[in-house]
């Protein structure tokens, strides 16, 4: 995977600044960063943190309070009438969290592909629909034959989440917001979900935004990972240098905790006291700032 | 749908009450052929008592209980189901509006909703009833539908500002369906069960209420109903001279008829709660069990 | 070599549904030794959960104990009838569970229902059971002086804790954990484990812990067990079961976790569900 974008790639999708207040809490705070064709960002986080909010301002469930976000060029931050709306849908789309909950349990899988086929491309026959349909569960692993008439609940978390994604390619997006779509799967079985995501990014060159809390997934999917702590963007940049290098306190934090096979608790690696230093450093002004090419960290002002 | 049915009637409560219900429809459909009398004519003397010829005895007027019953069964029941309906089809229609649009929608349909809960049903009934002059089934049941749909209107909305939140209505909006294909395809298909409780329990209700309503002199008195038959019971003191048969017949009519229709719904709820329904384990499943269990000497 | 604290030999469960019995726990074996944290893996549906709550009794029809024996220091466990049921259960055995957060009731403060489940074992005296409320909520990290606090005013992590503290109250001899941590942050969950795993060096009690992360279960169990279909495969240490795996199932499991830090040269294994 390229660390960097190519030069003179345009971005599909930016955030500049943006912001979103619930009265007086602040759930995202000034969050800057821009998804290109092809490629996906790993937003990193705790639940609160901020990265759902994200995810609810690009795909219009909420308007943001202040920022902006750029589509194709054009701002898009607040959206009127129902075809400019509709618009901006077909071409961002997102896959949800929990498998389960994202498909209707009074349908097949049937309904949930051709609807958006029947929404968004009119021009189909009912015969290339079905193709259409039969391709898409095709391309996400799945077999139409025995997939197409299946409910819900006849379905493993994988087998769903797969037609989640397909449901979301059917309109034929530039942009994909999948939030935390392997956390509700088994751990053994993530990869070759998280495979199918990268290789569809790749082949149909989608923007992606991953939204995570498991950051060890991040390497696997994102070109780029951005962690995000208390609604702030607290580091950016190319994947493995954020793992393997991180910068920032609470990135480092984040790394100490996730599970690693083979390394037991309590020999001198506790978590505790890192965890305390991290969340009173936290707090206070900080600007980003460039250590490394295309790598910025939040760093406190001296 | 047809695991529904199928749901319905392994259910024993639901085949019972089913079975009973369909008894009454069946009765109702064919009241001209089964009913052993005319209705009109006097076939019997003032309140003669049940035997092998009136079964059910016979009216201060000499007529035959048994196949006013019958008769009644088909004004009762139409009543009962075009009441039902209607009250349903309003509940539901105020009940998910308010429910999936929220803000000031929600605002408006709660008010008429309070406002058709908080007047008491049945005194606002008689009003109108005694104001149109003596009102056949037909107003009677018009009157149960417009004013008795309130509950069953609060009870849908609950439900539907619950599914309104699930991620399949918001990834369907996303998709970019129109919000009345959201309402119909995606939303009320999980209510089903819901609206299925509230028309039973509506039919139930209307059933009741036109009884009552025709008993307190509000109906017809040349119609024959369930509720014209306690009328005039009541009103030629049958009770008194002992003629209990010309009260019993239509009041065990309305208690058997009720009880089919709650069995139903008993089902009715164990489909919508699934855990109701793990507790009932198929007697040769338990038979297998204790049998294995005692063989290996350990407990189940 | 000293009595395990709990034996199970063949154990059985199944679930009737209308098309007969189906097994869902088949004949598993295993011992856990005072003061071990023995862990169990598999994929949902393998089983492990219904090996956790037979242990504790939870079953209720449609799910039946078929067969095999549970034995908690020297008490066989499905011979207890309703009395003694309630007088072991929480004394000798307690439980942890997933949505142990929800367990909490709302509207009681966090010291009523210490005082209820005090109570209901036989702790009276208002000031006595105030100052164990206290003793515990400190074990586990939460300051005493919220202890008249209601469950919603402590974030997930701290009511998870609060959960522990209330197992823990009475001392029992094995904490059945059924992924405890699953719906917490990384950080909040390391926090919490390593809390528990100090407690248990203090307190000496056992803990069963069930959860589909076997990254997590290499670092805090002493051995692992793997459940597929409702077996007990294999049953080891983690280091034992990474370097030499004796089962082709257990291995692909170990190589499909995505490592933070990568080797060079080391294949990934990308499994399918397998239906259980």
Redesign the interface.
């Known amino acids: 995977m390229n660390s960097l974008p190519e030069l003179g790639t345009r971005p599909v999708l930016e955030a500049r600044g943006l912001t979103m207040r619930f009265g007086s809490f602040c759930a995202l705070d000034s969050a800057d960063f821009s998804l290109y064709p092809g490629r996906a960002l790993a937003l990193v986080g705790e639940s609160g943190s901020g990265k759902s909010t994200c995810a609810k301002l690009l795909?219009h469930?909420l308007t943001a309070s202040a920022g902006h976000i750029f589509h194709a060029g054009r701002d898009v931050t607040n959206l009127t009438g129902r075809k400019a709306v509709?618009e901006y849908?077909?071409a961002v789309?997102?896959v949800?969290?929990?498998p389960f909950?994202?498909?209707?349990?009074?349908?097949t899988v049937d309904h949930h592909l051709t609807?958006?086929l029947a929404?968004?491309r009119p021009d189909l026959s009912s015969a290339q629909r079905r193709e259409a349909v039969a391709d898409l569960l095709r391309a996400v692993d799945l077999d139409p034959a025995i997939t197409l008439r299946k409910y819900p609940h006849e379905m493993s978390g994988g087998q769903r989440q797969r037609v989640?994604l397909a449901?979301a390619l059917a309109?034929n997006p530039s942009v994909v917001i999948a939030d935390e779509p392997t956390s509700m799967l088994d751990v053994s079985i993530r990869l070759s979900v998280l495979d199918t995501f990268r290789d569809l990014k790749r082949e149909r060159g989608i923007a992606m935004l991953y939204i995570t809390h498991d950051i060890a997934t991040a390497r696997y999917v994102a070109e780029e990972t951005a962690v995000i702590f208390r609604g702030r963007i607290v580091e950016r940049g190319p994947t493995a240098q954020v793992i393997d290098t991180p910068r920032h306190p609470y990135t480092r934090l984040l790394l100490a905790a996730v599970p690693e096979v083979g390394s037991p608790f309590g020999e001198g690696n506790s978590l505790a006291p890192l965890a305390a230093q991290v969340r009173e450093s936290c707090e206070g002004p900080a600007e980003l700032t460039e250590v490394s090419p295309g790598h910025w960290v939040r760093l406190a002002r001296a | 749908m047809r695991g529904l049915l199928k749901t319905l009637f392994?259910n024993r409560k639901a085949a019972i009450g089913a079975a009973i219900v369909a008894f009454f429809i069946l009765v109702a459909l064919a009241a001209p052929l089964v009913a052993p009398f005319d209705i009109n004519q006097r076939v019997a003397s003032p309140h003669e008592a049940p035997s092998a010829e009136h079964v059910m005895g016979a009216t201060r007027m000499g007529r035959d209980v048994l196949s006013q019953t019958i008769h009644g069964t088909q004004t009762s029941l139409i009543v009962g189901f075009a009441a039902g309906l209607l009250v349903t089809v309003l509940g539901t229609a105020i009940g998910v509006t308010a429910g999936y649009f929220g803000g000031k929608v929600d605002e408006v349909l709660n008010l008429f909703t309070n406002i058709s809960l908080v007047i008491p049903n049945l005194p606002l009934m008689l009003v109108l009833a005694a104001f149109i002059g003596q009102t056949g089934p037909f107003v009677i049941a018009l009157i149960i539908g417009l004013t008795s749909w309130g509950w069953g209107a609060r009870v849908t909305r609950a439900q539907a500002l619950s599914l309104r939140q699930?991620?399949?209505i918001?990834?369907?909006e996303?998709?970019?369906?129109p919000a009345w294909r959201v309402i119909s395809f995606?939303l009320l298909?999980?209510l089903i069960s819901i609206i299925g409780f509230n028309f039973i329990g509506s039919i139930l209700y209307a059933v009741i209420t036109e009884a009552t309503m025709e008993f307190l002199g509000l109906g017809d008195p040349m119609v024959v109903s369930w509720g014209t038959m306690l009328y005039h019971a009541q009103s030629t003191s049958a009770l008194q001279v002992g003629a209990w048969w010309e009260m019993a017949a239509p009041c065990l009519a309305l208690v058997i008829f009720g009880s089919g229709l709650s069995l139903i719904n008993f089902a009715v709820d164990e489909i919508a709660n699934p855990r109701l329904r793990?507790?009932r384990?198929?007697a040769k499943?338990?038979a297998?069990?204790t049998n294995?269990?005692s063989n290996?000497g350990?407990?189940? | 070599m000293t009595e395990p604290i709990l034996s199970v030999r063949d154990l059985c469960v199944?679930y009737?549904?209308?098309n007969?019995?189906t097994r869902a726990v088949k004949n598993v074996t295993f011992d856990i030794a005072a003061g071990e944290v023995l862990g169990l893996a598999g994929e949902s549906g393998s089983g492990k959960s219904t090996v956790a709550f037979a242990i504790a009794r939870l079953h209720r029809?449609?799910a039946?104990?078929?067969?095999?024996?549970i034995n908690l220091a020297g008490t066989d466990v499905?011979?207890l009838n309703d009395r003694e049921l309630r007088a072991w259960r929480w004394r000798d055995l307690s439980v942890v569970l997933q949505s142990a957060m929800n367990a909490l009731n709302p509207v009681l403060r966090v010291s009523a229902q210490f005082a209820d489940m005090f109570k209901a074992h036989g702790v009276s005296g208002k000031a006595d059971i105030r100052a164990r409320t206290a003793d515990l909520l400190q074990m586990v990290g939460i300051q005493p002086e919220r202890m008249d606090d209601y469950p919603h005013q402590f974030s997930g992590g701290m009511r998870q804790r609060i959960v522990i503290a209330m197992a823990l109250a009475l001392r029992p001899k094995l904490v059945v954990m059924d992924e405890p941590t699953t719906a917490l942050d990384v950080v909040v969950q390391r926090e919490l484990l390593e809390e528990v795993a100090a407690l248990r060096h203090k307190l000496g009690f056992s803990v069963l812990f069930i959860t589909h992360d076997l990254a997590l279960m290499s670092q805090f169990c002493d051995r692992v067990g793997v459940m597929l279909r409702g077996e007990l495969i294999e049953l080891s240490t983690p280091s034992a079961m990474i370097a030499d795996p004796q089962q082709d199932y257990t291995r692909r499991l170990w190589a499909s976790i995505p490592p933070l830090h990568p080797r060079p040269g080391e294949t990934l294994v990308r499994m399918k569900e397998t239906p259980q």
């Open positions: 795909t469930v509709l849908r077909s789309q997102m949800f969290q929990d909950a994202a498909l209707n349990p009074a349908h609807r958006p929404l968004h989640n449901r309109v | 392994a699930r991620d399949y918001l990834a369907a996303m998709l970019g369906e995606e298909p999980n793990t507790l384990v198929p499943v338990l297998a069990l294995r269990s290996q350990g407990r189940a | 199944d009737a549904t209308p007969g019995l029809p449609p039946f104990i078929t067969g095999g024996s499905l011979a």
